[in-house]
């Protein structure tokens, strides 16, 4: 049995568990794991006051059960293993992630992936704000791997990422990757204003193009293409079992490039009727 | 007050000519004082420093550790903050952080943590003296005092321009006294006040400054390092040159060496000025510091410190607002930019050096030759202009490096292999001894500054006295001093730091021709947001200092 840490008492004041890792519990009994210092609020207190742990993460898992939707940090530097979500989670899971997986089976909130650099996150519910972004003053966001969110997600998907691949199935909130400076955005669903404001490289993709928002006036049209790394990634997505759409693969694109106000080598793909 | 007795230790104190002795320092009332000739005397307490490397406290001459500067640097990177260093509080000491700029009470703990007893802040715009003498008060432990721009102010330049220079005295003396300063500084004399005008920095000597007719950066340099001389200041003027940073910069700084006309000066950061090549043409970016250095060797009225790099992320920090906004352009960093009224500029970029590029790796080699090829080290002082080239906390690493030239081949061999051929270092065989670094990191500085009780273990130098443990590593061994002492007080007990004390101030109160204040106030109510009589900061003002005296 993995090691199963099971929420049983419910708070509003969030609890950050960065202190729950992976790495160190795969060594440790139940009851040492129950032990660890975990921050509640401005206190410290042992995690075995707000949860039941059971099993053993001997064999790389972990399970967080329960409504976790204030437990902060959950999987934050994750190297290896895998993580698994049964509920909801809190605000900067995953976060600074540098290998493994996590799934979460309900929602997340914001700063899901926020800086991580490898591995990946699929949440089957929605996600909040900024997934894969920088955290406020720095330089950049995600550096690698995947966050795949079937449901929606806010605002500033992808802020300043500069590599590897967001996938959003529903709707996908104002400014996708602001300020981003590489990688790829694949937006599913309606999307809010404003996309790639800032942008130096990399590619964001509409895939309902009937409800993709007006371009910004520093990107150009630039023709209308089929891209083949777009059925790449499509596929790829399929054999993890993200929902797409029928139609995609043979389907052909409005390009844009911009942001003119800065390098403009990022281009945005609005699919074409 | 009892006497200390530092018993036993291997002492180097150049200035008095100790290489390597074994030796007593007796101490009291936070001075050094003759040793009995009674050999039977006894302390009231003795610190056996047997086995033991005891020098002066260090003397950092030029850094950038407070006022607004620090401060915006510190607001404008959380993401260094954030993954910095946590100092933490003890049962003595205040908690802080590191990172490129640490906080203010931080900054005091680990200069005294490395053995530092005393630091300079480099650039204060008169306007923001009284925030800078409030943040030094909270920067414990540390003797310290700062240096007032006056490079591109507009009182001196007017001066300078209507060759009023009894008047140009009067001001730099009245203004110094005023900010409670210590010494002049130019920051790219003209250039701040011409790009701040939109006309672009000045590119030589002789480019008239935007707004005067005539008015030439030699002019500003040369009419202030006479002011400085006049007036007897205990340290002469302090220049950073124009165009620092830019490749072909060096004909501008051995320019400004002329333009001093045999009067004292001191150019900082000079490896920052130091650079050959087409200003158009990365690729022909070299080193120049032969020819600089034999110009310093030869003429004893210069001094300089170095402004080493060494390979890490930190933070540009400096007076010369052009500066700050290539910078910007170059890495692409946020950047702030800084506009004092009539007074100065100022320049904040985010920075990382890496040995992987040519450019800094080249940089980083243009320091080291500084160091070995100014034969008289009474005359260059360490700095790393913390934290534009790097941290002062890189000082350990810097020595090691001066100390064993393997050390500086290692990593030259990762270097790219350019930079072998751009510069002299790999030529290079001259290796410190520990008497020569005593005089870089204490005794130099000290004496360039015109501070007789600093950087000496003599009889009437404050004790400031810093112990290491001998190590095959030198860069361990200065990183972690066992006892550092200040003013006769144990500051650093077995390498932790166990107080809390307010340092003193150093500042010059020289004289100057008071009828000329009525003029300067005309001017000040014309021209400045605040009221003349808010201007000067009165001694009631300061906590614990202590008035050099001119000559």
Request: hydrophobic content about 35%; proline content about 5%.
């Amino acid at each position: 049995m993995p090691l199963t840490i099971r929420l049983r008492v419910k708070t509003s004041i969030p609890v950050e568990v960065d202190s729950i890792r992976l790495e160190t519990v795969r060594e440790q009994s139940s009851d040492q794991v129950k032990a660890t210092l975990v921050q509640y609020g401005n206190k410290q207190v042992s995690l075995g006051e707000f949860f039941d742990v059971d099993g053993s993460a001997a064999d790389d898992q972990m399970v967080w059960e329960g409504d976790c939707s204030h437990v902060k940090l959950i999987g934050c530097e994750l190297s290896s293993g895998s993580i698994r979500v049964e509920g909801n989670a809190g605000m900067h899971l995953g976060a600074e992630m540098t290998g493994g997986e996590i799934t979460v089976t309900g929602d997340t909130a914001d700063w899901v992936g926020a800086e991580m650099h490898g591995g990946r996150i699929h949440v089957h519910g929605n996600a909040g704000h900024l997934p894969g972004a920088v955290y406020r003053g720095g330089f950049k966001g995600m550096t690698g791997g995947e966050i795949l969110i079937n449901g929606n997600a806010g605002n500033e998907i992808g802020h300043a990422m500069r590599r590897g691949l967001i996938a959003v199935g529903g709707r996908s909130g104002d400014a996708p990757g602001f300020n981003m400076i590489a990688g790829t955005v694949l937006l599913f669903g309606e999307s809010g204003i404003r996309p790639g404001p800032g942008m130096k490289r990399g590619s964001i993709i509409f895939f309902d193009g009937a409800s993709a928002p007006d371009m910004l006036p520093t990107f150009r049209r630039s023709g209308l293409c089929q891209p083949t790394f777009l059925r790449t990634y499509l596929l790829h997505l399929k054999s993890l079992n993200f929902p797409v759409p029928e139609g995609l693969l043979e389907a052909s694109y409005q390009r844009f490039s911009g942001d003119f106000l800065e390098l403009g080598k990022g281009e945005i793909l609005v699919r074409a009727a | 007050m009892p006497q200390l007795c530092v018993k036993g230790g291997t002492v180097y104190d150049p200035k008095n000519g100790v290489d390597g002795e074994v030796k007593d320092i007796w101490v009291e009332n936070g001075k050094v004082i003759e040793a009995p000739t009674d050999a039977d005397a006894k302390a009231d307490r003795t610190l056996d420093a047997t086995g033991y490397v005891v020098m002066p406290g260090g003397v950092d001459m030029h850094c950038h550790i407070a006022g607004p500067k620090t401060n915006t640097a510190r607001k404008m990177m959380p993401d260094d903050k954030r993954k910095a260093r946590v100092v933490r509080r003890t049962e003595h000491t205040r908690s802080g952080t590191v990172g490129a700029v640490p906080s203010t009470w931080a900054t005091g703990y680990l200069y005294a943590g490395l053995g530092y007893t005393t630091a300079f802040d480099a650039a204060v715009p008169p306007l923001a003296a009284r925030h800078t003498h409030e943040e030094l008060e909270d920067t414990p432990i540390i003797d310290k005092g700062f240096y007032v721009m006056m490079g591109n102010n507009h009182y001196v330049m007017n001066q300078i321009a209507a060759n009023e220079s009894a008047k140009l005295q009067a001001y730099v003396g009245w203004l110094l006294g005023a900010a409670k300063g210590y010494a002049a500084k130019l920051v790219n004399p003209g250039g701040v006040e011409s790009w701040k005008s939109g006309k672009g920095n000045t590119d030589t000597l002789d480019s008239v400054v935007a707004g005067y007719d005539k008015l030439t950066p030699r002019d500003i340099i040369r009419g202030l390092a006479g002011s400085v001389d006049a007036l007897g200041l205990p340290h002469s003027v302090h220049v950073h040159c124009n165009n620092l940073g830019i490749p072909g910069n060096w004909r501008v700084t051995l320019a400004t060496m002329e333009a001093l006309e045999g009067h004292r000066g001191h150019l900082t950061h000079i490896q920052f000025h130091s650079y050959g090549g087409d200003p158009n043409d990365q690729s022909t970016f070299c080193s120049e510091v032969p020819k600089l250095a034999e110009y310093v060797n030869s003429h004893d009225n210069l001094t300089v410190d170095v402004g080493q790099v060494v390979f890490d992320k930190t933070t540009s920090m400096t007076g010369d607002g052009p500066l700050g906004y290539f910078l910007h352009k170059v890495t692409g960093r946020k950047w702030f930019s800084g506009d004092t009224e009539m007074e100065a500029g100022c320049g904040i970029v985010p920075i990382e050096y890496k040995n992987k590029s040519l450019v800094h790796t080249l940089q980083w080699a243009i320091g080291l030759e500084w160091y070995l090829l100014v034969e008289d080290p009474w005359r260059i002082a360490m700095s790393t202009d913390h934290p534009n080239g790097g941290s002062f906390l890189a000082y350990p690493e810097i020595i090691a490096l001066l100390m064993d030239r393997s050390r500086r081949e290692a990593v030259l061999d990762r270097a790219p292999a350019a930079v072998r051929d751009k510069c002299t270092l790999s030529e290079l065989t001259r290796e410190y001894t520990f008497n020569e670094i005593a005089i870089i990191t204490r005794a130099s500085p000290a004496k360039i500054l015109g501070l007789e009780q600093k950087g000496h273990l003599g009889p009437g130098a404050d004790a400031d006295i810093t112990i290491y443990s001998r190590d095959e590593d030198i860069q361990k061994m200065f990183e972690m001093p066992r006892f550092v002492i200040h003013r006769g007080d144990l500051v650093v007990d077995d390498t932790e730091v166990r107080s809390n004390k307010t340092g003193t101030l150093f500042h010059v109160a020289p004289s100057f021709d008071a009828d000329v204040v009525p003029d300067i106030q005309d001017w000040f109510e014309k021209f400045y947001t605040i009221q003349f009589r808010n201007y000067p900061i009165d001694d009631e003002y300061l906590q614990i200092h202590e008035t050099i005296a001119s000559s």
